[in-house]
């Protein structure tokens, strides 16, 4: 950007339009920093007080991210604000011409880093979770990204000297020597948007590579897949960004608004991908939370004990795993079909009548066993009423329920849990 083009007559500027995109580039730019702000803590939330805890290296990168995200929002507000930002040239016209270009400068330097930040982070994710020729790949995108998307931030700072003042003080018309111009400055930050949309490509294909060897059932297992593959839109939007790069050098600051918003929406995406696979913990809790009170209710026949507690005739209006009924019952992903003669072979001791416990057998594809298991004692009467007989109350008759105990027990796979994620 060399500055706004030269004084129009009114004759000319009537034929011109004089919309504004400024309040906008405002909305845009403070919409998608609460979405990222809104995913971005509900990750912590999941990792901290859900996860148990503690956060890592690349949670620290997605926060220094998240901090020149917002910071990036403001600045753009305070070019809008301040300056008239988002108005075509002939009706810009900003109190100081060479504060609005230092500023610029400064809102884009915020910006690439923010964007080579949260790509850095998913990638420390994935160090972690990965060995071997995958790692060595991840430290090569890591390395390269910030080399890249660095140089294309810090050259504009330098591209002239003797003063580098006159790298962003347009009005400067003398002195000083500018060793890099516009044109090469273009070309570099597009070379960079390009490798960043291929690193995007990249983070979002190698996560498949570590979900091979793991054993989770098929199902999971592509359901993490793509949540870890989200980076691919982050990759679109960084294709679509470095296509509008030359809109730059248009010659009218409207048509850079549209760049602005674009760049921001590649920081909020590649976050919002960074932080997907971590809410599959808040997805599992409520899940669990969900089949937990399901499977309270049917085992208790979802009628409390006024219908299936102490005194309840088994064959006649209990529940459907007892004796002369047959159904099932789910505990957590678990479903125990038993019928009658099933428990006709259970043990009676002083009128305790013992299910068999039940597992998940539904494995991975290492054929591992299941993650549920559980086991249901049913207390039922076999003593005349009014009787007492071990652990039996003396109320119950000959076939009463008693009791119900149910003890559920939780064993997980080798799953990303285990492995930090």
């Excluded at 016209?93 to 610029?104: A, H």
């Excluded at 044109?183 to 291929?198: H, T, V, Y």
Aim: proline share 4%; with cysteine.
């Amino acid at each position: 950007m060399d500055g706004p083009p030269p004084p129009l007559t009114p004759e000319q500027l009537a034929l011109l339009p004089h919309d504004d995109r400024g309040p906008a580039l405002v909305a845009s730019a403070w919409t998608m920093t609460v979405f990222a702000s809104t995913f971005f803590a509900l990750r912590v939330w999941c990792k901290v007080w859900l996860g148990g805890r503690g956060l890592w290296w690349d949670d620290w990168i997605l926060i220094a991210s998240w901090a020149l995200l917002v910071i990036d929002a403001a600045l753009a507000t305070h070019l809008v604000d301040f300056y008239g930002y988002g108005k075509h040239s002939w009706d810009f016209m900003p109190p100081s011409i060479d504060d609005f270009f230092l500023n610029t400068l400064v809102r884009a330097t915020f910006t690439i880093t923010a964007i080579a930040w949260t790509k850095t982070a998913f990638a420390v994710t994935l160090l972690r979770l990965t060995e071997g020729w995958v790692k060595q790949v991840l430290w090569f995108i890591v390395i390269t990204v910030n080399l890249f998307l660095g140089l294309s931030a810090f050259l504009p700072w330098i591209k002239c000297t003797d003063p580098v003042e006159k790298s962003w003080k347009v009005t400067m018309t003398t002195g000083g020597d500018c060793w890099l111009n516009y044109n090469a400055i273009e070309k570099i930050s597009m070379f960079s948007g390009a490798w960043s949309a291929a690193a995007d490509f990249a983070l979002a294909i190698l996560p498949w590579t570590l979900l091979v060897g793991l054993q989770m059932k098929l199902q999971e297992k592509i359901g993490v897949g793509i949540a870890m593959s989200m980076g691919i839109l982050a990759g679109i939007a960084a294709i679509v960004k470095t296509a509008k790069l030359p809109l730059l050098a248009s010659g009218d600051l409207y048509d850079g608004v549209e760049l602005v918003i674009w760049d921001m929406t590649e920081i909020v995406v590649c976050m919002v991908a960074a932080c997907i696979p971590v809410l599959r913990v808040l997805v599992r809790e409520v899940r669990n939370t969900t089949r937990g009170r399901s499977s309270s209710g049917r085992a208790t026949g979802g009628y409390g004990t006024a219908r299936y507690g102490l005194g309840s005739q088994a064959g006649t209006n209990g529940p459907s795993w007892m004796p002369g009924w047959k159904g099932s019952s789910r505990n957590a992903g678990t479903v125990a079909s038993v019928t009658a003669s099933r428990l006709d072979n259970h043990k009676h001791r002083g009128g305790q009548m013992t299910s068999r416990s039940s597992r998940d057998s539904s494995g991975g594809e290492g054929g591992g066993a299941g993650d549920d298991w559980s086991e249901m004692n049913i207390i039922v009467s076999t003593a005349p009423k009014g009787e007492s007989n071990g652990h039996v109350a003396a109320l119950a008759g000959p076939g009463d329920i008693v009791r119900i105990q149910e003890v559920r027990v939780e064993s997980r796979r080798e799953s990303l849990d285990s492995r930090g994620l």
